[in-house]
């Protein structure tokens, strides 16, 4: 990879979320202070919102290792469709709670003792939800009844809602979500990055893995990525990182707007079309360098998105096959030692079942692997999505 050529020290410009690669953009510095200040208050609702990419996860990430693990119990979760009563049972995972089979009412009550608990210990409670705009509305007005648990005067949980901007809109403008919007202490919507700051963000990545200024970029790079990328971090990350490998692959010391427009174009052609066909040439402009194809074929925009859809399938389904047949080989030898007639200390093949319980957390380890490849590999797919829908919007 070109982190080696350039001798880097790691991959700085990754899609996953690192407080180690925060970045103070004025919209985020801005993001940082209502939450600072919101966090200050200890209850109510701190409300962010960004477009996809903007960086919300990454905010949190670092505001979370400012917080003493000792006197903050932290509770965070990834929201789907949920409706009242799943956010209960969801939350109350969250938090470690067993309440398999609970019905809402005793989750709620299971909740509202680990509250006071925590309380009584002196710690307080921080609820963290990603993706808000998932959630109904009678979801969130569920949600704004915990800020209606107490000990004393003192209220026992504050919630941190992140979301994409349709969320915003729905806090804003729904009827049935009056009183939530009374308990909102501090809200930011995260803006793209200015022009001026895409150069400060790449040379702030690079230089967290030891960037020597190798390779070197021209001035007008850096307007060419904010044009391109409408300044949301995580399209800034998508080009710089293919611009660095392009530069590795032809042992570029110097990067260029050439460069960047072959990058771009290349970009552009593997989202307009699936990566079986031969994708056509992009079109060269009077200075003889690619440019971005436009218009897109609906057709084969649509095959490619069923058969990265049929690729994610494929593996999800042969990493259960492969955990299902572990469980079902563990458990034939569980029910042999079993029978087995017990020995004179009472026990019936007690190393073995050592032995077993060693394989059990090999498989559990095996899982926790796949699910993050399978993650890994859903993520690609939203991000293929994601950059097509864009091109889509543009042609």
């Given at each position: ?5 350039y ?10 979320p ?5 970045f103070?953009?004025i919209?985020h510095?801005?993001a ?10 200890g209850?109510g ?8 990419g903007?960086?919300?996860s ?9 917080l ?8 965070q979760i990834?929201?789907s469709?949920?409706n009242?009563?799943?956010?209960v ?8 709670l ?6 809402k ?8 003792s680990?509250l006071?608990?925590?309380?009584r ?31 004393g ?12 901007p ?10 049935g979500?009056e009183?939530l919007r009374?308990?909102?202490?501090a809200a ?5 990055m200015?022009e001026a700051?895409?150069e400060?963000?790449?040379v ?5 893995v ?10 007008d790079?850096?307007a060419g ?5 409408d ?6 990350n ?11 692959i032809?042992k ?13 174009a ?23 360098s690619?440019?971005v ?10 095959a ?15 990493a259960?096959?492969?955990r299902?047949?572990q ?11 079993a029978?087995?007639p017990v ?11 050592g ?12 899982s926790?692997?796949q699910?993050r ?11 293929w999505?994601e ?6 919007k543009?042609?």
């Open positions: 990879m070109f982190d080696d050529f001798g880097l020290s790691g991959k700085p410009f990754q899609l996953t690192d407080p180690e690669f925060y103070r953009s919209t510095r801005k940082l202070s209502y939450l600072g200040y919101g966090l200050a208050q209850e609702f701190i409300v962010i919102t960004g477009e996809v903007s960086g919300k990454t905010l949190v990430a670092h505001m979370m290792k400012t003493d693990p000792d006197a903050v119990t932290v509770a990834v929201t469709k949920l009242e009563e799943e956010i049972h969801v939350v109350a995972g969250a938090m470690g067993d309440v398999e089979g609970h019905d009412a005793t989750a709620l009550t299971d909740i509202e680990f006071h608990e925590e309380a210990a002196g710690r307080r409670c921080l609820l963290i939800i990603d993706e808000s705009q998932n959630l109904s509305v009678q979801a969130l007005e569920e949600l704004r009844m915990f800020s209606n648990f107490q000990l005067n003192h209220p026992l949980l504050q919630t941190l809602l992140l979301g994409q349709e969320f915003r809109e729905t806090l804003q403008n729904d009827d979500l009183q009374q308990r909102v202490i930011h919507h995260l803006e793209p200015q700051e895409i400060p963000y790449i702030h990545r690079l230089e967290k030891g960037w020597n200024g190798n390779p070197s970029f021209a001035e790079v850096f990525i904010f044009a391109a990328s300044g949301i971090p995580r399209r800034v998508q080009i710089a990182n293919r611009l660095m490998l392009a530069g590795a032809e570029r010391s110097d990067i260029d707007s050439a460069m960047l427009e072959a990058v771009l290349e970009m552009g052609s593997e989202r307009a079309v699936p990566p079986a066909p031969a994708v056509p040439e992009a079109p060269v402009n009077n200075s003889g690619n440019t194809a436009s218009g897109l074929d609906r057709e084969q925009v649509n490619a998105i069923l058969e990265r859809e049929a690729m994610l399938i494929e593996a999800f389904d042969g259960i096959a492969e299902d047949a469980i079902a080989e563990l458990r034939a030898k569980l029910d042999d030692v029978e087995r020995d004179a200390d009472g026990e019936t093949g007690g190393t073995e079942i032995e077993m319980r060693e394989q059990l957390a090999r498989i559990e380890a095996r926790f692997e699910e490849s399978i993650r890994q590999t859903l993520t690609m797919l939203i991000d999505i950059g097509e829908m864009d091109s889509s543009a042609a």
